[in-house]
């Protein structure tokens, strides 16, 4: 699977979900799971974005745990994406405005959860491995970020 075939992938789950969910490792080590609304940046392949508060636990898991994982999926679920990657907490206005155009139409309940009155940080995840599935036909397809597909 191409780079292109994959963020292609991505971007028709999240336009079908319009969610996915994210793990990351809490100060104790245990894994906190949350509903998320990623996005891609055309120009930026391999990566995805989210747009956090800054005082949001996942903000603090993020700086001191950075592996983490995303699960995509269909509505159907006759498609499911499972990608792990590196989370990186940026500040910069032109992400976070790149982000907020991607993805804002789909941000109805972080809006409600208070979030237009905090300061708003970018969470980027970097793609080093995913690992596509075709549940019903049991079709499993993985490939890691050194080019290879298994």
Do not use: C
Request: glycine share 4%.
């Amino acid at each position: 699977m191409s780079i292109n075939r994959l963020m292609t992938l991505i971007d028709s789950l999240i336009d079908d979900a319009r969610a996915a969910v994210l793990a990351t490792v809490d100060k104790k080590g245990a894994p906190r799971l949350r509903w998320i609304t990623p996005g891609s940046i055309a120009d930026r392949p391999g990566f995805l974005y989210m747009i956090t508060a800054h005082d949001f636990e996942k903000v603090v898991q993020a700086k001191e745990h950075p592996d983490a994982s995303i699960l995509l999926q269909s509505r159907q679920l006759d498609r499911v994406l499972q990608l792990q990657g590196v989370l990186t907490v940026l500040e910069n206005p032109v992400i976070r405005n790149a982000t907020l155009e991607r993805i804002s139409h789909m941000l109805n309940a972080f809006w409600k959860t208070g979030s237009k009155d905090r300061e708003l940080v970018v969470l980027e995840f970097r793609i080093t491995e995913a690992v596509f599935y075709r549940p019903m036909s049991g079709e499993k397809e993985k490939l890691l970020f050194d080019g290879e597909t298994k």
